[in-house]
């Protein structure tokens, strides 16, 4: 049997207690790689003792937290742009010694992370800053405008189907990574997620019938499942093309009238009364609406002129109107308005 160490400690005695330790550095390395030091735990058997230390040639410690780093060379200037990143600076030769008229202006260009040379030593004003690696351009007698296409570093991170894009080279962070048509999307600084609606390409076969177009699922990896839906209240849906619709109450009549020109066809009112129940298609068959069996007499006297019938009281007679249809107005009774 043995007494083992509970979790994060580590160690095992046997039948005898456990020498436990535990390496804080377990838990607390990303406070220091953050900051781009590294991390260390002098005694495994104290807690509170771990340290974020700085990478050479930078010098500086810090208990239990991210250390203050002291730099040198050119890391004084930019170390910032590593640290940021979680990574270390380190300027190889710190020793330099300039020649010719950098020895006056390198720091104009060290200011702004930049090489300085003096090509010819026997001229004056001919001394220069120069973008350092990957960055390039080049300047005379004063900073340069350095250009970086990040793109050529982190092209990598965008996926199949995605261009990598660096808008300002001029500037660092703005690259992309954007989804080739006909898939649309981006991501700033990373893989984008893009998204295929296929009734961008194929909405004109739904609504040239009056129909709208719904794409249930739009990523890339699911295409053919686009449908034309019927518009109410008509009903029925077609699968990559356009739907076969049940219409109700006049439009099972006349809606080619409407689906021809690309709209939907709507009978708000499809209200028939006994006996128009049974009789109501021979007055939709003519584009006409049913109402009474007492107007069947004198339907055909409006409808002659293009009017609906109208019996608003089908317990009198003569009371019967002949009624202009939309957007005309008019009505007259027993006779054509």
Sequence with gaps: WTCECNAPSTGSGMQMPANCSIDECIANTMTCTAAGQTCNDLDFNTVGDWTCDCVAPSTGSGTAMAATCTQ???????SMTCTAAGQ????PNTTCTQVGECAANSMTCTAAGQSCDDPNTMMTGDWTCNCVAPSTGSATAMVATCVLDECVANGTTCLMGQTCNDPDQTVTGDWTCECNAPTTGSGSQMAATCVLDECVANVMTCTAAGQTCNDPNTSPATTGDWTCDCVAPSTGSGTAMAATCTQVGECMANSMTCTAAGQSCDDPTCECNAPCAANSMTCTAAGQSCDDPNTMANAMTCTA??????????????DWTCNCVAPSTGSATAMVA
């Design 88 to 91: 270390s600076c380190d300027d």
């Design 305 to 318: 002129a293009g009017q609906s019938c109208d019996d608003p009281n089908t317990m009198m007679t003569g």
């Design 72 to 78: 040198v060379g050119e890391c004084m200037a930019n």
